[in-house]
């Protein structure tokens, strides 16, 4: 290495505090010292690497998600009712029915507005005490006097509700 090199490669290194490796740092009793040498060579040369690649600094990264359907996610959980009775559950998907413009509706977008309505529904804790639904669909079908529900015949999964006193 040229004398050149050899002296921009130890103001980079007094640049960077990397004082293990610098030999003018070698043996400079205490840190104010040290640091005195580095404000010295960047005000006579300048605080931008010559040699060197400048080192890139550790920065976490945002673990929050930028995508929009991740960003569509917290809108939901931002604006869910998070305490909620099964009345409410129960009156949310009444309106939600009646808002339509078909007397059927499909079951997935009444249960896609329960969802996102309500904070983390489970219908577990729904119904009459002692009652643990797997399901919103067993829920609602416990209903009859309020809901109907069929399914397509040739295709199994598709379910369609309306409201009973239509």
């Not at 917290?74 to 007397?103: G, H, K, N």
């Not at 005490?129 to 919103?136: A, D, E, R, T």
């Amino acid at each position: 290495m040229c004398d050149g090199c050899y002296a921009k490669l130890e103001r980079d290194l007094i640049r960077m505090r990397d004082w293990e490796y610098s030999s003018e740092a070698f043996g400079v009793p205490d840190e104010q010292q040290l640091e005195a040498l580095r404000d010295r060579v960047i005000r006579e040369y300048g605080a931008a690497y010559e040699l060197l690649e400048q080192p890139h600094e550790y920065k976490p990264k945002n673990k929050r998600s930028k995508s929009r359907a991740t960003q569509r996610k917290r809108e939901i959980a931002a604006q869910a009712i998070r305490e909620y009775s099964t009345e409410d559950v129960l009156q949310s998907a009444y309106d939600f029915i009646q808002a339509q413009t078909e007397p059927w509706v499909n079951f997935s977008r009444v249960s896609q507005h329960l969802y996102e309505r309500f904070y983390h529904l489970k219908p577990k804790r729904l119904g009459a005490p002692g009652k643990k639904y797997k399901s919103l669909l067993k829920f609602i079908a416990d209903y009859p006097d309020r809901f109907q529900l069929r399914s397509e015949p040739d295709q199994r999964g598709v379910y369609w509700i309306r409201l009973s006193d239509d």
